[in-house]
């Protein structure tokens, strides 16, 4: 059974950063993909960033230039890099692996406080 645990979250001001971690069981390389998601209160789980094993990147619109996706490869992790927070940005944020089956962790909160 593959685990994925996030952490990094918290409550920032906005204008702040924070970064999130995600850690998989397994190496991050044997899933085709990992991708960040996040859902506020009353609204649709909507994807963050998404990064394939390849190390190609995609971002929804509202983050781009401001959330950044990498590899840790020495520490076996998927990061966001959140920068310029907006309070609009509040949300649970759930890290997935892509594989044959998807692997979803049990979310971390931020909260941009205007």
């Known amino acids: 059974q593959v685990q994925v645990v996030e952490s990094g979250g918290g409550l920032v001001q906005a204008g702040g950063s924070l970064r999130l971690s995600c850690a998989a069981s397994?190496?991050?390389?044997?899933?085709?993909?990992m991708g960040w998601y996040r859902q506020a209160p009353g609204k649709q789980r909507e994807v963050v960033a998404v990064?394939?094993?390849?190390?190609?990147?995609t971002y929804a619109d509202s983050v781009k230039g401001r959330f950044t996706i990498s590899r840790d490869n020495a520490k076996n992790t998927v990061n966001l890099q959140m920068n310029s927070l907006k309070p609009e940005d509040t949300a649970d944020y759930s890290c997935?692996?892509?594989?044959?089956?998807?692997?979803w962790g049990q979310g971390t909160q931020v909260t941009v406080s205007s």
């Open positions: 997935v692996a892509y594989g044959v089956t998807n692997y």
């Open positions: 990064i394939t094993k390849f190390g190609s990147t």
């Open positions: 397994g190496s991050i390389f044997s899933f085709n993909a």
